[in-house]
């Protein structure tokens, strides 16, 4: 009889393991990212906020998701089959210029009034919440290529990626949606 048991708790914890197992490996599709704005190469002024919109989708449920603004100075690219961008118009800089470069995590969203993500399946998210400084320590936000990045993971821990390139410019005209 108590050979009996201890084969049945072993069955039923080898099941237990096999079907949590199982379900962790049914999600195997990564977040889908749509960015309506900013679109490729839109100028920005500093000094102004970026219109800010997309669709954030998962087979499953979303986690969560943030953007990062950083210099394309160098010519780096955030895609393994897109080409580095050359030729387009040189950025104009001066010594006492400051690149700009943040990171805005979904949880500073949030403290904004956004709602959160987790859970949902489909969110549409619109706003004007991220600002693109006009000085940096009392020295000029740096014209040029800036890559502006969504990341977006779901519940699963999958992340995707979607990588625009946008142009800081002191001449960029004031956009408002």
Not at 5 to 18: K, P
Not at 56 to 70: Q, R
Not at 110 to 126: D, F, M, N, Y
Request: hydrophobic residues 35%; proline residues 4%.
């Amino acid at each position: 009889m108590k050979r009996r048991n201890s084969v049945m708790i072993l069955l039923f914890a080898a099941l237990t393991a096999f079907t949590s197992c199982e379900k962790e490996l049914n999600d195997s599709e990564k977040p889908l990212i749509v960015l309506s704005s900013p679109v490729e190469d839109t100028e920005i002024r500093p000094g102004s906020a970026i219109h800010f919109e997309m669709t954030l989708s998962d087979n499953e449920a979303l986690a969560s998701y943030k953007v990062n603004i950083h210099g394309a100075f160098d010519g780096h690219d955030h895609s393994a089959s897109s080409p580095l961008r050359t030729g387009k118009a040189a950025t104009r800089a001066t010594e006492d210029s400051m690149a700009f470069e943040k990171s805005w995590l979904e949880s500073d969203f949030i403290k904004l009034g956004e709602e959160p993500i987790a859970g949902k399946r489909s969110v549409t998210i619109h706003h004007h919440l991220m600002q693109v400084p006009d000085s940096i320590d009392g020295r000029p936000v740096k014209e040029g290529h800036y890559h502006f990045i969504v990341y977006c993971t779901d519940s699963s821990g999958q992340e995707s990626f979607i990588a625009r390139e946008i142009v800081i410019a002191h001449n960029a005209e004031e956009h408002v949606h």
